[in-house]
């Protein structure tokens, strides 16, 4: 930047003189932009146009900068002086870029927070002690134990509903399992698929494949270098007394070649891609990579029951006969599943060796949800953070749902963020209200939004006529604005019968109330309502790309009364 003039004009500010006559100086009131200067047309701090005044003759009353009372600080004066605009600076300009950002966070982070550490209230955290799990726990850890032996440990399935500690007691064994297992040097591998996302044989052996195909390329790695050392340190001599005695090689030929074949084995290693192989290839690859070196191997399958019912049971086949192919290493299949009766839909083969072992976990009740809040809790959040009543309320919501520990930690961390927000130092029982009702209508929104086309068009009939202020609906009146939605987006039609059903599946999801009401001599009909918020869920609706095409609803609704 050029050098200011040597004599500034009074009232002019350079960049060597800040402005020490801005109100917005601390880049805070409201009524100033860009360090302190309006934009043009903005109105002033009175509702006035301050462009207006100057147009109208009258110096420029920018509330932002108090004017100079100096008549050189006058329009009039300033326009009898020769000005270099390049060589003004504007207040905030050349400065720090990022000081005009500095504020917005910094009164967040002003006030003392509630969380010590809110990730142990995710799910995806692993506790160190699991209260009331320890039986569970017991058992598998019993069942395991025989691959610290170098045996093939048998094969578990694990059932309970969602929140009962399935996922996070298997995992807590597991670690255990790999920890115990460096500790003696015993070669053992634990290895965790979700299968709500790696839902197809294909993923799932492919996402194996990939894993054992990593670590076998670090095992290759770390003994070429160990290897490679030796061989530094042999150099050419061999024999009784040279440094190739203390080894398992003869001689310097027999490392070298040694090293040759891991070299070759290093150059094979290929990484199976999850698309475009035939699924004997994918099988092959896994096969090699697990059966590289000694080792036994437990597969954990999370949601196993989703793998079974989007692929069928080919790949728990699969698995659960490789232990009589393999020469080098063990497999044993840990399977979790909400779904007590998945097995129905197996091969009996395939349920009998896969089905060995069978552990349940109940759902936790109110007494021992709030221990596990508690021991959560007291990591959580700061001291004294809770009121008494959070947490045994917590505890009460979720055992409404089935015992759900998930919930509850769910609740629990919403309501400490809730009063993060509210800037409250403490959390009391009306965050955990809050937080109860805002989890519940995620909940709501999540299920309509995975509703099938055919129920978000019996709902949707059902919002607008709500919408329109349509009181004691009945199933006729649905049904006649659905045909019309299925017109207006080329929807097949389904009976009145079966839009019936599809209404008692909604009241079933606690998204509709629907009540059997008697009409006399006319017969009986359900009378409809919403059990949700309106405005979310027509909004949900809408972002379906199908129903969004519908774009004058007003229409459809005086079908109630031309029917």
Known sequence: MSEPPADPPSGAKTAAEPSDTSVGSTGTDPTTVDGGHRAAGEPSADGTNADADTDAGGADADPGVIPDPSPEGSDESLGEIDLDLDEVVLDDEGGDPD??????????????????????????????????????????????????????????????????????????????????????????????????VTDTQYRVLAQLANKFIEKNEEVVADRLDELGDLAERIGSGSGADGPVADTEFADREALEERIAELEVDQESFEPVPMTGWPTDRVYSAFFDAVDYHERVVVIMLDEIDKLVEKSGDDTLYNLSRMNSELENSRISIMGISNDLKFTDFLDPRVKSSLGEEEIVFPPYDATQLRDILQQRADVAFKPDSLTEDVIPLCAAFAAQEHGDARRALDLLRTAGELAERDRTEMVNEGHVRQAQEKIELDRVVEVVRTLPTQSKLVLYATTLLEKNGVHNINTGEVFNIYKRLCQEIDADVLTQRRVTDLISELDMLGIVNAVVVSKGRYGRTKEISLSVPIEETEAVLLSDSRIGEVEDTQPLVQTRFDN
């Open 99 to 196: 000081e005009a950002s500095r504020g917005l966070f910094d009164d967040l982070l002003s006030g003392e927070p509630i969380f010590e550490n809110k990730e142990v209230l995710r799910p995806s955290y692993t506790p160190h002690r699991l209260p009331h799990r320890e039986e569970q726990i017991n058992n598998m850890a019993t069942i395991l134990v025989t691959a610290l032996r170098g045996d093939t440990p048998s094969n578990i399935l694990i059932y309970g509903k969602t929140g009962t500690g399935k996922t996070a007691s298997a995992k807590f064994v597991s670690e255990e399992l790999e920890s115990t297992s460096r500790k003696y040097e015993v070669p053992c591998e634990v290895e965790y698929i979700n299968c709500e």
